[in-house]
């Protein structure tokens, strides 16, 4: 496609749902990072991937986060019995490779835990 | 550790006039530094970058320096435009080759006609 595309753009959960949010890289990224943005902050590394594999997952802030990309494409982030402070935009963006070439993000999911 | 610290905002100026939005940094190693834009109801976007000490990153009239002995990469623009109003986020990228970005906490900046 012509740029990382997420969804849902939003999602409301009720406090102890499982949800589950997906990403569609840019075509031939080998890099993807899931960021968490917690209202009037900045985004916040949560994991890495090259291909399919899960190279750093050391920002996960609990073992309710996981995330996978079986294919070396698409993934999902997946958040297991959602807390009030789970509630933040979720972003993901894509790279070729490498520290110096430019990462694109997409718009977002915005989530919501009631 | 690593870590990036922005201004605060908002930052509120007049069509054509001057901008400066400061940011340092902390980071073992030699870290590359950017420079990323969120407009209204867009993600994020690379503004500008620079990879190593010295290198001045630039576009749309945005420019930012890479310095080492002051740990920083303040952004300007000589003349700023109503659509320049946005988010600005310093990010840096430690000394690896996995592109992981750490990211200021943003500063909001509005420009009136």
């Known amino acids: 496609g012509a740029g990382v595309s997420q969804s849902p753009r939003y999602k409301v959960a009720k406090r102890g749902q499982d949800v589950a949010l997906r990403c569609d890289p840019i075509?031939?990224?080998?890099?993807l990072f899931w960021y968490q943005q917690a209202l009037g902050q900045g985004p916040e590394f949560l994991t890495y991937f090259q291909n399919e594999a899960q190279l750093d997952k050391s920002g996960l802030p609990s073992d309710r986060f996981f995330a996978e990309r079986p294919e070396g494409s698409v993934s999902t982030l997946k958040i297991q019995r959602t807390q009030q402070e789970d509630s933040a935009v979720y972003l993901c963006a894509s790279s070729l490779e490498g520290a110096n070439t430019e990462a694109f993000f997409g718009q977002g999911t915005r989530l919501t835990v009631v | 550790g690593n870590s990036v610290t922005q201004m605060e905002g908002p930052v509120t100026l007049s069509e054509e006039a001057f901008l400066t939005i400061n940011c340092t940094y902390t980071?073992?190693?030699?870290?590359?530094l950017f420079w990323y834009v969120q407009y209204p109801g867009e993600g994020l976007q690379l503004l500008l970058k620079a990879t190593k000490a010295d290198d001045k990153g630039s576009n749309k009239g945005f420019e930012a320096t890479y310095r080492k002995e002051t740990t920083s990469f303040h952004l300007e623009k000589g003349s700023v435009q109503v659509s320049d109003s946005a988010v600005y986020f310093c990010?840096?990228?430690?000394?690896?080759?996995?592109?992981?970005?750490?990211f200021g906490q943003g500063t909001t900046l509005q420009v009136k006609p």
């Open positions: 075509s031939g990224h080998v890099s």
């Open positions: 990010a840096l990228a430690p000394f690896s080759n996995t592109g992981k970005l750490i």
């Open positions: 980071a073992t190693g030699y870290p590359s």
